[in-house]
């Protein structure tokens, strides 16, 4: 039987369709003697069995995209993760991540595990990731996600070389509360705030910074009947520090994000942030 001819413009729509190397794709098409559905198969399957030997790799690169609706009222934020920074400054390796995002914004699915398991681009998110590690040659993986919903408007922000990015919730629309909420989101990828107020911080976290007030002021030699207060007073330090609206505005330390927010209208409030960071 003789080896079946494949055209360039073959390989080129395969290649178009997968992000598959040129040769890769021509070795596809022939195994599957000029199918196309096979050769998209053929891929897959090389992309399973690279997954399976990079199961255990660490994806500590990437690139995190944040995007909102048409009408500001929803918006996600997701990392896409692979191996090596050579990857994540890839054009396509950007691109796929972004079109990851649209998917997500569309459907708007509540958790991780449901992102992956979306429709995209005629198999799922999860399958597609797997179908490009056979691509790349590292572990890829959609590693984080989150989403916002507003009645007002939601604003995102992706920071320099897609290294963080960040959806800010407001309680008001329109253009107005656009750069607030800009500042407000470069303020939480600079200041990487553990919380919106005080009454975000979970319980574990207040136990631990207590714990560890304590720890300090023993070390410091302060008399036991002190070592609470001391603690209390370590425990406002931390709401100050890592918490958003208490904390210092960067672009103007005499406030802080909350008097930010009212010197534009003091109405104006953040009501919940969503941050991805590498690193």
């Known amino acids: 039987m003789s080896e079946v001819k494949i055209s360039a413009a073959e390989v080129k729509k395969l290649r178009d369709q997968t992000g598959a190397g040129m040769m890769d794709c021509k070795k596809a098409l022939t195994?599957?003697?000029?199918?196309?559905?096979?050769?998209?198969d053929y891929l897959r399957k090389k992309g399973q069995k690279m997954a399976g030997k990079r199961a255990d790799r660490e994806a500590k690169e990437g690139v995190v995209i944040a995007v909102t609706s048409d009408n500001s009222k929803n918006g996600v934020v997701l990392r896409l993760s692979c191996e090596t920074d050579f990857v994540s400054k890839?054009?396509?390796f950007i691109n796929l991540a972004k079109s990851f995002?649209?998917?997500?914004?569309?459907?708007?699915?509540d958790t991780l595990e449901e992102l992956n398991a979306l429709t995209h681009d005629g198999t799922t998110i999860a399958e597609k990731c797997t179908e490009q590690i056979g691509v790349i040659g590292e572990k890829i993986e959609v590693s984080q996600y989150g989403k916002l919903e507003s009645s007002g408007q939601v604003v995102p922000y992706i920071h320099m070389g897609y290294r963080a990015g960040v959806i800010v919730a407001l309680n008001q629309d329109g253009e107005n509360a656009v750069e607030p909420g800009k500042n407000v989101a470069?303020?939480?990828a600079a200041m990487k705030p553990v919380a919106l107020d005080k009454d975000g911080v979970d319980s574990d976290t207040i136990a631990r910074e207590i714990e560890i007030g304590k720890d300090?002021?023993?070390?410091?030699?302060?008399?036991?009947?002190?070592?609470?207060?001391?603690?209390?007073?370590k425990l406002n330090k931390f709401y100050k520090e890592r918490t958003l609206l208490n904390q210092a505005y960067v672009k103007d330390s005499k406030l802080n994000v909350a008097g930010y927010l009212q010197s534009i209208d003091k109405d104006l409030k953040v009501t919940a942030f969503k941050s991805i960071q590498l690193g």
């Open 31 to 40: 195994e599957a003697e000029g199918d196309y559905e096979k050769a998209i």
């Open 90 to 92: 890839n054009e396509d």
């Open 101 to 109: 995002a649209d998917t997500a914004l569309k459907a708007l699915p």
């Open 186 to 188: 470069m303020q939480v």
């Open 216 to 233: 300090q002021a023993r070390a410091e030699g302060k008399p036991e009947a002190m070592i609470e207060k001391i603690a209390m007073g």
